[in-house]
């Protein structure tokens, strides 16, 4: 008996495969281009924001660069130049540690043949002051051949006098801030505004007097007068380290220790300065060498960039130790 065959399977099996519609390939062939198009939208996205990515850190390198114009050619005789700009701190600019180095560098270089300390501070430190005084004095006792000139753009305040007095002679112009030659404690006291608005100040000290210039605490008169004290002593050695530099040019000294200050013109009647004049008038016409080379000492770019750069990292850090609702 023969087997039965099914007709309609058979002819199922052997009929051609259904062929793609001309609109089915055209929506393929749209798919893909699209997807091809944004595919190049994206990478030439993604080449524009690391194009800008690295315009953005040459920029950033660049403004940090110091860009030292004042360049002369190896071998010139020139003016030596150093910066005290901002506050005189540790840690600053105008740091002790990099103004004597500066300094240091601009007396040794044997084509130097005068030093020109340009002064734009409001004041800052006794401490680093006084160390930028004495290694004035130190440089120029070791350097008898090279004077060393002070001059004021702006401001001489305070410990930039401490440090300017050191000079052989001092300039400014005339309308240039000299002068506060004092020291100066000051805080707040709060506590009839304690009292009035009924809080109690629990201060826990060991030490009679550790809790001294607390603002939260009635005065003690033996505690300002020690504190009173330690400024006198402070305000005794300005007053002699500007006696010793200025010496017998100084006028009225009662007012020049004062705590006053005065405009570059008032400052050269009572003898804290001695002329008028900008660094590039004292090498010209002072010194006889116009040109200058500048010896400040500045942190360069990489040193910046890692400052920065560890602030960044430390700022969330410092940040979650201060903070206890972050722990």
């Given at each position: 008996?023969?087997?039965?065959i099914n ?56 403004a ?5 114009l004042s360049?002369?050619p190896?071998?010139t005789?020139?003016?030596?130049m ?8 540790d ?10 180095s ?15 300390l340009k ?21 120029r ?11 004021v753009?702006?401001v001489?305040?305070s ?5 300017a ?17 004092g ?10 505004a ?13 030490g ?32 002699e380290a500007?006696?010793q ?10 007012e ?24 590039g ?7 006889g ?9 500045r942190?360069?770019?990489l040193?910046?960039?890692?400052k ?19 722990r």
């Amino acid at each position: 008996m023969e087997p039965e065959i099914n007709l309609e399977g058979e002819r199922e099996r052997l009929r051609p495969a259904r062929t793609v519609s001309s609109w089915e390939q055209d929506a393929i062939v749209k798919l893909a281009s699209a997807g091809l198009r944004e595919q190049r939208r994206a990478r030439r996205w993604g080449i524009f924001f690391k194009s800008l990515g690295f315009a953005y850190l040459g920029l950033f390198l660049i403004a940090m660069m110091d860009w030292n114009l004042s360049e002369l050619p190896d071998g010139t005789q020139h003016t030596a130049m150093v910066e005290m700009t901002g506050i005189i701190a540790d840690g600053e600019t105008a740091s002790a540690h990099n103004v004597n180095s500066g300094l240091r560098a601009a007396f040794e270089n044997p084509r130097s043949v005068a030093v020109i300390l340009k002064i734009n501070s409001p004041g800052g430190s006794p401490v680093q002051a006084g160390y930028i005084n004495r290694e004035i004095t130190r440089l120029r006792d070791l350097h008898p051949e090279k004077p060393l000139y002070a001059v004021v753009t702006d401001v001489c305040a305070s410990g930039g006098v401490f440090a300017a007095v050191a000079a052989d002679e001092i300039y400014a112009d005339k309308a240039s801030i000299v002068g506060s030659i004092g020291v100066m404690m000051d805080g707040f006291g709060f506590v009839e505004a304690m009292e009035k608005l009924g809080v109690e100040r629990r201060l826990m000290i060991a030490g009679k007097h550790k809790g001294l210039l607390d603002p939260f605490s009635p005065e003690e008169p033996f505690e300002k007068a020690h504190v009173q004290k330690l400024l006198d002593e402070i305000h005794q050695q300005f007053i002699e380290a500007v006696r010793q530099g200025r010496g017998d040019r100084l006028i009225d000294e009662e007012e020049v220790f004062s705590g006053l200050f005065w405009t570059g013109e008032q400052a050269l009647e009572i003898g804290l300065v001695d002329g008028f004049g900008s660094p590039g008038y004292v090498a010209r016409e002072v010194v006889g060498v116009a040109g200058i080379q500048d010896y400040t000492q500045r942190e360069d770019v990489l040193q910046r960039f890692a400052k920065r750069l560890g602030s960044a990292l430390l700022s969330p850090v410092r940040e979650l130790l201060v903070n206890p609702a972050l722990r």
